[in-house]
């Protein structure tokens, strides 16, 4: 069975442009989680989806950052314009439903220059 | 509100040698608790997980992790130690009694185990 699939693996962008991650859950998978982690730190929540529905996304930066999961399968998060500080780890998950442990992807290494 | 602490930024362990990797956590109601490894340029795989039961859990590559709720913690343990063991772990953990079904990640820990 295919884990959860990310692309890009690594992206290189300029500040101020936009830049976009694509995920893939498992199969099945009801709840889709997209996470930032940077250097040396734990994964920190940005938004989590049950389907298709942004269940908690209180910690989204919404002024720049935009999540969509349409028809309740692939999800993409999106940045417009990136700043020098997002650059990170961007960690995509998915789990059967909210109750059970969540499958990472491989997720996508941001730098921003 | 929920949080966790790894008290340990790296912990050194020869071969063959048990290993400890230490979690303590809080929690204003009942504890869901996970242990995940990553590894270089990977993402985090689950090991396991506790919810209720046995206050010893076992999961993979013979990890296990007792859950101790008077010193709210949840240490990863192993008996003998392996040089492919060397990783990053992190503990995590959710609320059972809150709404939002929020995971919430420490910081982790570098397990650096030695030939």
């Known amino acids: 069975e295919a884990g959860v699939v990310q692309s890009p693996r690594y992206k290189i962008i300029e500040k101020k442009q936009p830049v976009a991650f694509w995920c893939n859950p498992i199969?099945?998978?009801?709840?889709l989680y997209w996470y930032l982690q940077n250097l040396g730190q734990g994964p920190e929540l940005l938004i989590r989806?049950?389907?298709?529905?942004?269940?908690?996304d209180s910690q989204l930066p919404k002024d720049r950052f935009s999540a969509e999961r349409l028809k309740g399968v692939d999800s993409t998060l999106k940045i417009q314009p990136a700043e020098l500080g997002d650059s990170a780890v961007y960690l995509c998950?998915?789990?059967?439903?909210?109750?059970?442990?969540?499958?990472f992807g491989q997720g996508t290494r941001l730098t921003v220059v | 509100a929920q949080s966790v602490a790894q008290p340990e930024d790296q912990v050194n362990v020869a071969e063959g040698n048990p290993l400890t990797v230490k979690c303590t956590y809080s929690?204003?109601?009942?504890?869901?608790l996970f242990w995940y490894v990553q590894y270089p340029n990977r993402g985090l795989q689950f090991l396991l997980k506790?919810?209720?039961?046995?206050?010893l859990v076992k999961g993979s590559y013979g990890f296990e992790a007792e859950f101790n709720k008077s010193q709210t913690s949840f240490h990863l343990k192993k008996p003998s130690a392996l040089v492919s063991d060397s990783a990053l772990y992190f503990c995590?953990?959710?609320?059972?009694?809150?709404?939002?079904?929020?995971?919430?990640f420490g910081a982790g820990t570098r397990l650096f185990v030695k030939a």
């Open positions: 199969s099945g998978h009801n709840t």
């Open positions: 998950a998915s789990s059967l439903d909210q109750s059970t442990e969540a499958f």
């Open positions: 995590a953990v959710r609320d059972l009694n809150t709404g939002g079904f929020k995971t919430i």
């Open positions: 506790y919810i209720t039961g046995d206050n």
């Open positions: 989806y049950e389907n298709e529905e942004a269940v908690d």
């Open positions: 929690v204003s109601g009942n504890p869901y």
